[in-house]
């Protein structure tokens, strides 16, 4: 049984390009059965080609037991040679911070610590000093990797064929479309997933049959979460009286799904594309002559560049612009966020909230334009500043593209956060303002450039690091804040 699940694991592996001589992993272990399947088919992997593995362990510092779960994961580490790194974290801190569940601060933390480990593997590994076996060493020396310090960097997690069925029903209750039912995906970017066709049993007796124990996560057998209802009543039901084969069927139909959204999301790109008149506008000449699918995905992809995040975006939403391209003359939608749209002649216009009164100080203006980097006039206060003269301290750039929501002119509000170094580091506005001794009263009157809770920028104070122009930076948001002075003849 171990060999059949093995190969079959391996072959999917294969089938999905998931690794390759020469990459770069990290694997996530919690010490659970998943995650102890994933690193054992790895480690056997490992000996048939040459790739670089090492384990990640997070303790979020929410169960008295992750102790002794890292511990387990260290020793599983030693005996079988791996690199181990541990990470410690207080996911309540980060959600209470950020405003979110413990479960998704936990999920975000996680990846956080991934991309740090794969980040200090490559410079270890440049050098010459990240410790494998030397046969492996010796072997990559040989192949066509020698031609650069590694292959594909690559995070493999342990996601199960529960676990994708359970995603895939969570997002059906809740409401969702073809994106949302394809679930869980093999790969996803740099992400892998090796044992998403294997059930929980089928790992746990490999797991058996190898001789090998795992922790239990005492939170798995409770039905706090909803997906664990999902998972103990759902499933088995839908197993035991429905269809003996339910969560593998359900699997078929996500690679199913994910192609047919691959698709259509290319398509819509193209032609959401071919719609665009200006920053946020839309032709609706063009937008008319398609297929009335393809006009409402073409909506949502327009309102996914103005609406923070897109669970606010309803089927209501794109039914009324829909309504409002039709209709005669002008008129205008409210749209979550305090975001318009404005129907102007036969261009369809997406207003940020910063743009409405309420949302901006009487005694401020803000003025925003986006360059191609290449087109930006030479003449312009950017290359200005490029030369290092003295900074305008009321017109910044930002990288356009690593804005993920609306931007949104408002007063700070808990929770708001700043990076504070190119390593991404974080910290609270509140702790930023008090270190810089900005007086309290001051302090409640400021207005922030915001991307959701990440600030982009405090006018008269600092950016963030996260949103700097660098080399690789194609679009660049010019922001000028310019304090309206009052009338002087004013009494």
Same mark, same amino acid.
């Given at each position: 049984?171990?060999?059949?699940?093995?190969?079959?694991?391996?072959?999917?592996?294969?089938?999905?390009?998931?690794?390759?001589?020469?990459?770069?992993?990290?694997?996530?272990?919690?010490?659970?059965?998943?995650?102890?399947?994933?690193?054992?088919? =790895?480690?056997? @992997?490992?000996?048939? $080609? +040459?790739? *670089?593995?090492? #384990?990640?362990?997070?303790?979020?510092? !929410?169960?008295? %037991?992750?102790?002794?779960?890292?511990?387990?994961?260290?020793?599983?580490?030693?005996?079988?040679?791996?690199?181990?790194?541990?990470?410690?974290?207080?996911?309540?801190?980060?959600?209470?911070?950020?405003?979110?569940?413990?479960?998704?601060?936990?999920?975000?933390?996680?990846?956080?610590?991934?991309?740090?480990?794969?980040?200090?593997?490559?410079?270890?590994?440049?050098?010459?000093?990240?410790?494998?076996?030397?046969?492996?060493?010796?072997?990559?020396?040989?192949?066509?990797?020698?031609?650069?310090?590694?292959?594909?960097?690559?995070?493999?997690?342990?996601?199960?064929?529960?676990?994708?069925?359970?995603?895939?029903?969570?997002?059906?209750?809740?409401?969702?479309? =073809?994106?949302? @039912?394809?679930?869980? $995906? +093999?790969? *996803?970017?740099? #992400?892998?997933?090796?044992?998403?066709? !294997?059930?929980? %049993?089928?790992?746990?007796?490999?797991?058996?049959?190898?001789?090998?124990?795992?922790?239990?996560?005492?939170?798995?057998?409770?039905?706090?979460?909803?997906?664990?209802?999902?998972?103990?009543?759902?499933?088995?039901?839908?197993?035991?009286?429905?269809?003996?084969?339910?969560?593998?069927?359900?699997?078929?139909?996500?690679?199913?799904?994910?192609?047919?959204?691959?698709?259509?999301?290319?398509?819509?790109?193209?032609?959401?594309?071919?719609?665009?008149?200006?920053?946020?506008?839309?032709?609706?000449?063009?937008?008319?002559?398609?297929?009335?699918?393809?006009?409402?995905?073409?909506?949502?992809?327009?309102?996914?560049?103005?609406?923070?995040?897109?669970?606010?975006?309803?089927?209501?939403?794109?039914?009324?612009?829909?309504?409002?391209?039709?209709?005669?003359?002008?008129?205008?939608?409210?749209?979550?966020?305090?975001?318009?749209?404005?129907?102007?002649?036969?261009?369809?216009?997406?207003?940020?909230?910063?743009?409405?009164?309420?949302?901006?100080?009487?005694?401020?203006?803000?003025?925003?334009?986006?360059?191609?980097?290449?087109?930006?006039?030479?003449?312009?206060?950017?290359?200005?500043?490029?030369?290092?003269?003295?900074?305008?301290?009321?017109?910044?750039?930002?990288?356009?593209?690593?804005?993920?929501?609306?931007?949104?002119?408002?007063?700070?509000?808990?929770?708001?956060?700043?990076?504070?170094?190119?390593?991404?580091?974080?910290?609270?506005?509140?702790?930023?303002?008090?270190?810089?001794?900005?007086?309290?009263?001051?302090?409640?009157?400021?207005?922030?450039?915001?991307?959701?809770?990440?600030?982009?920028?405090?006018?008269?104070?600092?950016?963030?690091?996260?949103?700097?122009?660098?080399?690789?930076?194609?679009?660049?948001?010019?922001?000028?804040?310019?304090?309206?002075?009052?009338?002087?003849?004013?009494?």
């Amino acid at each position: 049984m171990r060999d059949v699940v093995y190969e079959r694991v391996k072959k999917y592996m294969d089938a999905q390009d998931m690794i390759a001589a020469g990459d770069l992993a990290v694997a996530g272990v919690s010490g659970g059965a998943d995650s102890v399947c994933l690193l054992h088919i =790895l480690w056997r @992997l490992r000996a048939e $080609r +040459p790739f *670089r593995l090492a #384990v990640v362990h997070v303790n979020h510092g !929410l169960r008295t %037991e992750a102790g002794a779960d890292a511990k387990f994961v260290r020793r599983l580490c030693e005996e079988w040679e791996i690199p181990f790194f541990l990470r410690e974290a207080d996911a309540a801190g980060y959600a209470a911070l950020h405003g979110i569940s413990t479960e998704e601060a936990g999920r975000q933390l996680r990846y956080q610590a991934f991309a740090e480990t794969l980040a200090k593997m490559e410079d270890a590994m440049a050098a010459g000093s990240f410790g494998e076996q030397e046969d492996v060493k010796a072997e990559l020396r040989t192949t066509a990797e020698k031609k650069a310090v590694c292959g594909r960097c690559r995070v493999a997690v342990a996601h199960n064929a529960q676990d994708r069925a359970e995603t895939m029903l969570f997002h059906l209750f809740r409401g969702t479309g =073809l994106k949302g @039912l394809s679930s869980i $995906r +093999p790969v *996803r970017e740099t #992400v892998i997933r090796p044992l998403l066709q !294997l059930s929980r %049993e089928e790992i746990e007796v490999y797991l058996t049959a190898q001789g090998l124990s795992w922790c239990e996560d005492s939170t798995n057998g409770e039905d706090a979460y909803v997906r664990n209802r999902i998972r103990h009543h759902i499933l088995p039901f839908a197993e035991q009286e429905i269809c003996s084969g339910a969560v593998a069927h359900m699997g078929e139909l996500a690679d199913l799904l994910a192609e047919t959204e691959d698709y259509l999301s290319r398509e819509t790109e193209r032609l959401y594309e071919s719609c665009l008149t200006e920053i946020l506008g839309l032709r609706l000449d063009r937008l008319k002559n398609l297929d009335p699918v393809m006009q409402k995905r073409v909506l949502l992809r327009a309102l996914e560049e103005v609406v923070p995040y897109r669970k606010d975006i309803t089927a209501r939403h794109i039914e009324g612009l829909l309504a409002l391209a039709e209709k005669g003359g002008s008129g205008s939608l409210s749209l979550p966020c305090g975001i318009r749209a404005y129907k102007e002649y036969d261009t369809l216009r997406f207003v940020w909230a910063q743009e409405d009164k309420g949302n901006v100080p009487q005694d401020a203006g803000v003025t925003f334009t986006l360059w191609e980097k290449e087109a930006i006039p030479e003449d312009s206060l950017f290359y200005k500043k490029e030369q290092n003269i003295p900074e305008n301290r009321y017109t910044k750039w930002f990288d356009y593209d690593k804005i993920t929501t609306a931007l949104l002119l408002r007063p700070r509000k808990e929770g708001d956060y700043l990076t504070i170094d190119d390593a991404l580091h974080t910290q609270s506005l509140k702790r930023y303002l008090i270190n810089e001794k900005v007086p309290k009263k001051k302090r409640d009157a400021l207005y922030v450039l915001a991307d959701g809770s990440h600030v982009l920028w405090v006018p008269g104070y600092r950016t963030s690091s996260g949103f700097h122009v660098s080399g690789e930076t194609k679009r660049v948001l010019e922001v000028h804040y310019e304090e309206k002075k009052k009338d002087c003849t004013e009494q």
